[in-house]
T-cell receptor
Framework: DVKVTQSSRYLVKRTGEKVFLECVQD?????MFWYRQDPGLGLRLIYF???????EKGDIPEGYSVSREKKERFSLILESASTNQTSMYLC????????????FGPGTRLTVL | DAKTTQPPSMDCAEGRAANLPCNHS???????VYWYRQIHSQGPQYIIH???NNETNEMASLIITEDRKSSTLILPHATLRDTAVYYC???????????FGTGTSLTVIP
């Protein structure tokens, strides 16, 4: 069965801390994505990656960076967390660049105090 | 990518068909219609997609109007487990991004 896992379901951090959100997929997918989900705003794309060491900005990359050192792992980094980054973070992967069927992880609910 | 418009909420009786509408009047010829759903506290789940022909799979049917300006997702026999937020998305097949919008919150009532 297809699986995307995220390192934590719930995370609480303080303003200014560096935060790492990890995502791992076991499907050998080329493409991986990070979204954040906020009430009334739907899902918004932060960054995506088509290949190892490749990354592209989504709609809201400010305040975030990403790392893809291995095909199965895509990390989202908040260099200095702020309260407006409190959100649900969702990771997804897809097999082909053209593939609209994305598989999502369960999400990480991050609270920044 | 074209924008979509969905009703914010709908109810459906258990065992009946749930018909979820979506307007995408600015859709272009190479954009597909995708449907996802998100059950509370889980990540979104792919349901179905189509270009211009109607599509059916084990989860649902997708009916796209001839002018492609709107579509309907049909869950033929809704169960309580179908209670979720349903997202209609239009997207170029080779596009990078999904614009999820705020979706329709479907409540299946016993």
């Amino acid at each position: 069965d297809v699986k995307v896992t995220q390192s934590s379901r719930y995370l609480v951090k303080r303003t200014g801390e560096k935060v790492f959100l990890e995502c791992v997929q076991d499907m050998d997918h080329e493409n991986m994505f990070w979204y954040r989900q906020d009430p009334g705003l739907g899902l918004r794309l932060i960054y995506f990656s088509y290949d190892v060491k490749m990354k592209e900005k989504g709609d809201i990359p400010e305040g975030y960076s990403v790392s893809r050192e291995k095909k199965e792992r895509f990390s989202l980094i908040l260099e200095s967390a702020s309260t407006n980054q409190t959100s649900m973070y969702l990771c997804a992967s897809s097999l082909l660049r053209q593939d609209g069927e994305q598989f999502f992880g369960p999400g990480t609910r991050l609270t920044v105090l | 990518d074209a924008k979509t418009t969905q009703p914010p909420s709908m109810d459906c009786a258990e065992g009946r068909a749930a018909n979820l509408p979506c307007n995408h009047s600015t859709i272009s010829g190479n954009e597909y219609v995708y449907w996802y759903r998100q059950i509370h506290s889980q990540g979104p789940q792919y349901i179905i997609h189509g270009l211009k022909n109607n599509e059916t799979n084990e989860m649902a049917s997708l009916i796209i109007t001839e002018d492609r300006k709107s579509s309907t997702l049909i869950l033929p026999h809704a169960t309580l487990r179908d209670t979720a937020v349903y997202y209609c998305i239009v997207r170029v097949y080779s596009g990078n991004q999904f614009y999820f919008g705020t979706g329709t919150s479907l409540t299946v009532i016993p």
